[in-house]
């Protein structure tokens, strides 16, 4: 399936809030080694993690065949990705 530019951005966003949830859940729960994680936080945590790194998986490859398409370097394209969601002020 084509993607749009846009929707690219979109997805980069979706899979950075997504490792934004399992950083703040791996801040609240601490580390594991410390303190075992109960069941129920150990199921939200790998759920979160699975998220992540599904969004992670389709963005890449998304960006990639966005950037055959338009004869681009899979490597430019991610980096401009990157650069409107992380710093869409530059």
Do not use: C
């Amino acid at each position: 399936m084509a993607h749009t530019f846009e929707e690219l951005v979109e997805m980069q966003r979706a899979a950075d809030q997504a490792r934004n949830r399992v950083n703040e859940l791996r801040d609240t729960f601490g580390p594991p080694a410390a303190s075992p994680w109960t069941q129920a936080q150990t199921s939200i945590y790998e759920t979160a993690w699975r998220a992540w790194r599904d969004l992670a998986r389709d963005v890449q490859a998304a960006v990639t065949v966005y950037a055959r398409e338009q004869g681009r370097s899979r490597q430019e394209v991610e980096a401009d990705v990157k650069r409107i969601v992380r710093h869409p002020d530059d």
